[in-house]
């Protein structure tokens, strides 16, 4: 026996004990197990043998495990009409068989299996008790957005700029979608307050307009959580920072040496501002904040992507009209759709040699304030004026320490 079929084995076997123990412990303690370690390591142990075998040994080995899980069904459906054990006992076996093939594939679905066993009661308390009709209703439909609608949309562009590709629009859709059903989660787990902020943070690095978008929907449903959604977009904010620190740094190191500090002082910025809004959500009494509603708005985030493909093909166009000549105004205008993309074309021509390191400078500048003009349209169509008015003041005061900042030092 070689040493990749004892390591296949021998993993079947801990497969097989880690699922029986578990099943063994989940047991009424007045009634024997129905299959406990020993089983199930055995039925880990077949599949194993039963792979080396080849097909006819899975067909017979399958065959017996599925025999077997209805003989027991049959003599445990008055006590436990569930089929959780019996289903377990089939994956457990086609586990020895995956170990045999793909040992690392094999262990992450078996640890897998032993969690989802392990989760019974807690499973069954938040399906029951903690998630409602309504916020089922939006999983199914996210659900739906990402894996059927999706996937049938064409991946290409569709307009003379070759800026609108649907696939990519209606993924930033889901997103937003996506984003605002994290901050809905993360609100029922750590309050309104942590959990939105947290939620704005995780968002940024996806899409700080969406989550803007997505926050500034929820404050429109729910007013009391205004200040919480506005200090969520505003961290949302930081991912801006960041992300425009790595895509210069990538591409023109000494681009990023003569940036670092406007972009560190823009980033404390953006941080303090969004403390000061979790602050003020303190005030926010748990009484107003305990109601379930909906995860998303899927009317708002079509919204962000009409709005944002406005942007876009705008943008495509005056720069197409523009030319390269213009290089601030080129930047200023790519900025609307994508500051990272201004950034991306400023540090690729300094790069190349094309332009001095400090022409850029200013391009990179309007870019930014393009980029905050957007965030601001969106989040005045998405949360309304009091949302739009709580983020201006934190955006505003983020492009001036840039400015300042890149203007100073």
């Known amino acids: 026996m070689d040493l990749e079929t004892l390591y296949g084995v021998a993993l079947a076997l801990g497969l097989g004990l880690l699922v029986g123990v578990e099943r063994e412990r989940r047991r009424d303690g007045h009634a024997p197990a129905v299959a406990g370690v020993r089983t199930f390591a055995l039925i880990a142990m077949a599949g194993a043998i039963a792979e080396r075998i080849g097909g006819i040994g899975i067909a017979l080995g399958g065959a017996f495990v599925v025999l077997a899980a209805l003989a027991s069904y049959r003599s445990s459906r008055g006590s436990d009409p569930g089929l959780t054990t019996e289903t377990a006992m089939l994956v457990v076996f086609l586990l020895g068989v995956l170990a045999m093939r793909e040992r690392a594939l094999a262990a992450g679905l078996g640890v897998a299996v032993a969690l989802l066993l392990a989760m019974k009661t807690r499973a069954h308390h938040f399906v029951h008790k903690v998630l409602t009709d309504q916020e089922l209703h939006d999983a199914l439909l996210l659900a739906a957005m990402a894996t059927v609608v999706l996937p049938l949309l064409p991946n290409r562009t569709i307009d003379p700029w070759q800026v609108l590709n649907p696939r990519n629009l209606w993924l930033l859709a889901v997103i937003v ?122 009317r708002q985030a079509l919204l962000f992507v009409v709005i944002l493909a406005t942007v876009m093909v705008t943008s495509a166009a005056l720069q197409a009209w523009l030319g390269d000549v213009a290089l601030d105004a080129v930047l200023a205008v ?63 005061c983020m492009l001036l320490a840039f400015v300042l900042t890149l203007w100073l030092w």
């Open 177 to 298: 979608m996506a984003i605002s059903a994290l901050g809905h989660v993360a609100k029922r787990m750590f309050g309104a307050r942590n959990g939105l902020l947290l939620a704005g943070f995780a968002g940024g690095f996806a899409s700080s307009s969406a989550t803007i978008a997505s926050m500034g929907a929820r404050a429109r449903r729910e007013p009391a959580l205004a200040s919480a959604c506005a200090g969520a977009g505003m961290l949302s904010n930081v991912s801006t920072v960041v992300q425009l620190a790595v895509v210069v740094g990538l591409m023109s190191p000494p681009l990023l040496m003569r940036l670092w500090p406007a972009l560190l002082s823009s980033g404390v910025v953006v941080v303090g501002f969004a403390l000061v809004a979790a602050h003020a959500a303190r005030a926010v009494s748990t009484e107003e904040t305990t109601g379930d509603g909906r995860a998303f708005e899927p």
């Open 334 to 396: 790519s900025g609307f759709a994508d500051v990272h993309a201004a950034a991306a074309s400023a540090a690729q021509l300094v790069a190349a040699g094309r332009v001095n390191l400090d022409a850029v400078l200013p391009g990179l500048a309007l870019g930014l304030a393009a980029n905050s003009a957007t965030k601001m349209t969106l989040a005045w169509a998405s949360g309304g004026r009091a949302y739009a008015l709580r983020l201006l003041p934190g955006i505003a």
